[in-house]
């Protein structure tokens, strides 16, 4: 049987583990003011790249080869978007 000092021991841990999961989740989620998107240029038929400001950042996609944000999902000019950026492991320029 469990003391009542270790229950509460054990509620102080536990409370310690969320603050610190919190901070990481605040930590995460502050994200840029600004991302430099990629796009396909269908009239020249090659990548360009245009800066996107973020009014609200909600995370990311990770790339499963090098695990580097290959999206982000952000708010810019009052719209919610998916923004490509070039992949951390992208060798041939794109």
Same mark, same amino acid.
């Given at each position: 049987?469990?003391?009542?000092?270790?229950?509460?021991?054990?509620?102080?841990? %536990?409370?310690?583990?969320? &603050?610190?999961?919190?901070?990481?989740?605040?930590?995460?989620? +502050?994200?840029?003011?600004?991302?430099?998107? =990629?796009?396909? +240029? %269908?009239?020249?038929?090659?990548?360009?790249?245009?800066?996107?400001? =973020? %009014?609200?950042?909600?995370?990311?996609?990770?790339? &499963?080869?090098?695990?580097?944000?290959?999206?982000?999902?952000?708010?810019? +000019?009052? %719209?919610?978007? =998916?923004?490509?950026?070039?992949? @951390?492991?992208?060798? +041939? @320029?794109?």
């Amino acid at each position: 049987m469990l003391s009542g000092n270790s229950y509460y021991s054990g509620l102080i841990v %536990e409370n310690q583990q969320r &603050q610190i999961l919190k901070n990481h989740y605040i930590k995460i989620m +502050d994200g840029p003011s600004e991302i430099n998107s =990629v796009y396909w +240029d %269908e009239s020249t038929k090659s990548w360009k790249y245009k800066m996107i400001s =973020v %009014e609200e950042y909600h995370g990311f996609v990770e790339c &499963q080869h090098c695990r580097k944000p290959i999206s982000h999902n952000v708010k810019s +000019d009052g %719209e919610f978007k =998916v923004v490509y950026v070039k992949c @951390g492991c992208t060798r +041939d @320029g794109f």
